[in-house]
């Protein structure tokens, strides 16, 4: 060592000494680093291999034996195959990335290895199935055995690993790749395999792939980029004559036939638009305009122009342009601003998604073209206008208002935001627009009460009142809310509605017991009382094959106000028999008195007057309500203050049961009574709803009644267009089907007895048909099919199984699963058909389509369900009952419905009704339904003037205050 280090020095003293003194110091220092570099290079030499370093060093982490080949060679073969078996068991493929290596320390130890790596690790299989060269240089016989069995199993696998095999498998290669392509063609022009099977032989696969791209022009064009790259000019020629005969590819692919070439771009874009090219591609050059124009302007802006024009005359424009698709608005107005805006006017109509993204722009171009471009898009989807709600409202606030109101009656759900939304847009905008809502939107109204109590107290608690007949529950629960806002009237709407609804309001009474004790107190006596009215009721009608000492016995000691109570209370479910019977008690009860009717419903605040007057109508029996009323001069009182709490209440309910008086009575002194009285009421009203209701009122006395010739005068003044009564005398055959030719309707069962006797009748009224099939396969739910298609007409009913109808915890909802069959077939039903009792007649209605054509209320008082049905289907025909509801009616007479609707023809109610009562009953008692005197209570929507009278007030206040009434 010290020779060394004396030979090292003797080399540098020289350069020392030669150096000027001025560079002594510099020089030292570098003398001292090449010193040190010389002494670790000498040492290191000196040192020599250290074998102990490296084996600890690959045995600790052998794949540093990768990086380090040149070391892991100085050691023995048997360590080195020691810590490389070490490597395999971490990493087992590889011995395939790095196979020479293994290959050169032993052959025969290699092949064994490789051989027992594959066969303990399958799931890597594919690794070592990548390296062909790597299989055969082990063992020639029984890599090409491998690759044999992995190409049976996966014949495309050869695309991508042909030329990796050595020259002399060419052959086999080129046999397997052919294989491949007849097994699956499309997969041999994927993503770098067209490159891959060129490699292998390249005149044979340009030969090939000439072959193929005319045989699949799609993935010819998607390997464009491949063709080219292989060679340039083969691949464009190869492209044009896959164009030639597929021109409807050129036009998708313009954005990569411009990057190849423009020039030949535009060639292939000329001659594809000389053929009849569908609307897609023909659409594809307007959406590409900005990529045509940078080829070449001139040449662009006439080939646009052309195509417009073609896109604005295509018939079937409309399926396409429904569609999001991507225009550039400001490259369109760039070309020609007019013949844009007539092209747009075309284009966006029927997509919303673009107006919508492009509302701006619009405007930008012609603020009226624009505005009236987007109003008449947002009809077609409100979800667009209410997200956008605050843009439309910064382009014009009226007429975003406008388009607002008309959305928000198109929305499926009404929120609470909705209405918080609307009110601080414009407070008595606000305000009028939530009354037009509010029969759709009553759950939020409940839920918002204390909200719209804010707004105004009196309005909200109307609205609530409307309300909570739909949702009572709901209403109950927030009786604090409704209190606070006003306790006095707050304490009468709940105590009404615990008394509407006793056996529901039991679950409420610890809440009210909070908020008044003596309070809550008269709530669960009255309750309990109205309660066991209710089920005297019921029982009365269970007996009703009884003999009459039996079946009424239970109310022989009945006081007069029981017996008007279980009328008013009992309204829905009573049967014709009982209702009968408990008139004659009260009314005899009065006369035994010494008091009339005035007195009696006097001392009682006029409570549920309209509800009995309605009853009395319905069953024939107003003037015997009258008759007992002491004097004309009482009748007229107690109708007077009837309707002044009716306008007070803003109750139209009460002025269709006015109406249906003034209809049935023969009393011709009230008659003349209630008609100068309504007229006095209507010219000295502002306007307002209820002028409305009166005007309607008036109209239709005028037209089926019987009014007197001293009013002569104001009827013909009376604007008959104004007050016209909707038109619902039939439903036009093309209203009933969907565009292939299906009326599709749903069934809704309930899962009671009723429910289940209902649900029998239905299906066996089918089964005896042989133009019915029925598929009763699902668990919660049947289909029924009729089988005759000679007019290309086809109907299908669904029905939910009673039990699985979601009202009862089962595990599946016959309802909800034929509404997300209905959704994902793109079915709408247009018929509707409740079969239930009355109680879950609300279920039905909430599950009812807005575009409904027919609603079926087969339960008992069906009647009085017309709003709430007409607030999710405003125009649908309203089959309903004003008294029981029987399955041997509701059977047979939709039977002959759904005979009518699948004839093709119009369905004339007068003449479907006609049919209907001549219908032989299911009954041996009747020969035809009419004989059945339920029958008789029976409405037909050319009948049901109440249906006919909310559809004209709802359009009336829309035209009031500026809606849009849908």
């Excluded at 062909?132 to 240089?137: E, M, T």
């Excluded at 005007?695 to 604007?719: E, T």
Aim: aromatic share 12%.
């Amino acid at each position: 060592m010290k020779n060394v280090l004396k030979s090292s020095s003797e080399k540098i003293t020289p350069l020392l000494q030669s150096v000027k003194d001025t560079g002594i110091t510099v020089l030292k220092k570098s003398s001292q680093i090449l010193v040190q570099m010389a002494v670790a290079s000498t040492l290191v030499m000196a040192k020599g291999f250290d074998k102990e370093y490296w084996m600890e060093r690959f045995q600790r982490n052998p794949m540093d034996s990768l990086y380090n080949q040149k070391e892991l060679g100085l050691l023995d073969k048997k360590i080195q195959k020691t810590i490389l078996e070490n490597l395999l068991l971490r990493k087992p493929w590889y011995i395939i990335k790095n196979y020479h290596l293994f290959y050169k320390i032993d052959h025969k130890w290699y092949t064994r290895l490789l051989k027992e790596t594959m066969k303990n690790n399958p799931k890597d299989r594919r690794k070592f199935i990548d390296s062909p060269q790597a299989l055969l240089l082990a063992d020639e016989k029984w890599g090409m055995s491998v690759m044999e069995e992995e190409c049976e199993k996966d014949t495309t696998r050869i695309f991508n690993i042909g030329y990796l095999f050595p020259y002399k498998y060419k052959e086999w290669v080129k046999k397997r790749i052919e294989k491949g392509i007849r097994d699956k063609p499309t997969e041999a022009m994927g993503m770098h395999t067209v490159s891959y099977i060129i490699d292998v032989d390249r005149a044979w696969g340009m030969r090939l792939f000439e072959k193929l791209a005319i045989q699949h022009p799609e993935r010819a064009f998607d390997s464009l980029y491949d063709f080219v790259e292989i060679h340039k000019k083969w691949g464009m020629q190869l492209i044009e004559r896959v164009a030639t005969k597929f021109p409807q590819y050129v036009i998708p692919n313009l954005y990569l036939l411009i990057e190849i070439d423009s020039q030949w771009a535009k060639k292939l874009v000329d001659r594809a638009l000389l053929q009849s090219l569908p609307l897609k591609d023909l659409f594809s050059v307007i959406e590409q305009s900005k990529d045509l124009i940078s080829i070449d302007r001139d040449w662009a802006i006439p080939l646009i122009k052309q195509v417009g024009k073609k896109v604005c005359v295509d018939e079937n424009r409309e399926d396409y342009l429904s569609q999001s698709f991507s225009i550039d608005i400001s490259v369109l107005i760039s070309i020609d601003k007019q013949w844009a805006i007539s092209l747009l006017e075309v284009i966006l109509i029927d997509s919303v998604d673009n107006v919508f993204t492009s509302l701006f722009t619009l405007i930008d171009i012609d603020r009226d073209w624009g505005m009236n471009l987007i109003a008449e898009t947002a009809a077609k989807d409100s979800w667009y206008v209410m997200r956008d709600k605050e843009d439309l409202l910064k382009i014009d606030k009226k007429w975003g208002m406008s388009l607002i109101a008309r959305a928000l009656q198109d929305k499926r759900y009404i929120s609470g935001e909705d209405f918080e939304f609307v009110i601080s847009v414009d407070k008595i905008w606000g305000m009028r627009l939530i009354e037009l809502l509010a029969p759709k939107g009553r759950k939020e109204v409940l839920t918002k009460i204390s909200f719209l109590g804010t707004v105004s107290p009196q309005w909200a608690l109307d609205l609530f009142l409307l309300s909570a007949s739909e949702f009572p529950y709901k209403a109950l629960a927030h009786a604090k809310e409704v209190i606070k806002i006003n306790e006095k009237r707050g304490k009468e709407i709940i105590m009404t509605l615990a008394l509407e609804y006793p056996f529901m309001s039991v679950s409420f009474l610890k809440a009210f017991n909070q908020i008044d004790v003596n309070w809550a107190q008269e709530i669960r006596e009255a309750i309990t009382r109205v309660g066991d009215l209710v089920d005297t009721l019921m029982h009365i009608n269970d007996l009703h094959d009884s003999p009459d000492h039996i079946r009424y016995k239970s109310i022989e000691k009945s006081s007069v106000v029981d017996l008007y109570d279980m009328i008013v209370y009992g309204r829905e479910e009573i049967y014709t028999s009982s209702y009968k019977e408990l008139l004659k008690r009260f009314l005899k009860k009065l006369k035994d008195s010494n008091t009339d009717f005035l007195s009696f419903i006097e001392a009682h605040d006029y409570r549920h007057l309209g509800v009995f007057f309605e009853a009395a109508t319905s069953y024939g029996d107003i003037d015997k309500v009258i008759l007992n009323i002491s004097g004309m001069n009482r009748v007229k009182k107690i109708f007077t203050e009837f309707l002044n709490k009716s306008i007070s209440s803003k109750n139209t309910h009460n002025i269709v049961a006015l109406t249906e008086v003034l209809l049935h009575t023969k009393n011709g002194e009230l008659t003349q009574f209630l008609e100068k009285r309504s007229i006095d009421l209507y010219k000295n009203m502002s306007k307002n709803t209820i002028k409305d209701a009166f005007g309607i009122l008036l109209q239709y006395f005028f037209r089926y009644g019987k009014p007197s010739s001293v009013h002569n005068a104001f009827f013909h003044s009376l604007d008959k267009n104004k007050y016209t009564i909707p038109d619902l005398t039939s439903v036009p055959s093309e209203d009933l089907f969907d565009q292939k030719g299906r009326n599709i309707q749903q069934y809704f069962f309930y899962n009671d007895a009723d429910g289940h006797s209902t649900f029998q009748g239905f299906l066996a009224r089918y089964q005896k048909d042989d133009q019915w099939t029925i598929d009763e396969g699902n668990k919660s739910f049947v289909l029924i099919q009729s089988t005759n298609k000679t007019n290309g007409k086809q109907m299908l009913i669904y029905a939910n199984r009673p039990g699985f109808d979601g009202y009862d915890n089962e595990e599946q909802d016959g309802v909800e699963d034929i509404q997300e069959l209905m959704k994902t077939e793109n079915m709408t039903p247009s018929v509707i058909v409740h079969r239930g009792h009355s109680y879950h007649v609300q279920k039905t209605i909430q599950h009812i389509p807005k575009n409904t054509k027919i609603t079926s209320l087969g339960s008992c008082g069906g009647y009085q369900s017309f709003q709430s049905v007409l607030s999710k289907a405003l125009g649908s025909h309203i089959l309903a009952t004003k008294g029981i509801g029987t399955k041997f009616i509701n059977e047979p007479a939709f039977k002959v419905l759904n005979e009518t609707i699948l004839s093709g023809k119009d369905v004339i109610w007068s003449e479907v009704w006609k049919e209907i009562a001549d219908t032989p009953s299911v009954l041996n008692k009747y020969k035809h339904l009419k004989d059945d005197p339920r029958f008789s209570l029976y409405i037909s929507p050319d009948q049901n003037f109440g249906a006919s009278f909310v559809l004209r007030l709802n359009e009336l206040y829309c035209e009031r205050w500026g809606f849009v009434c849908r």
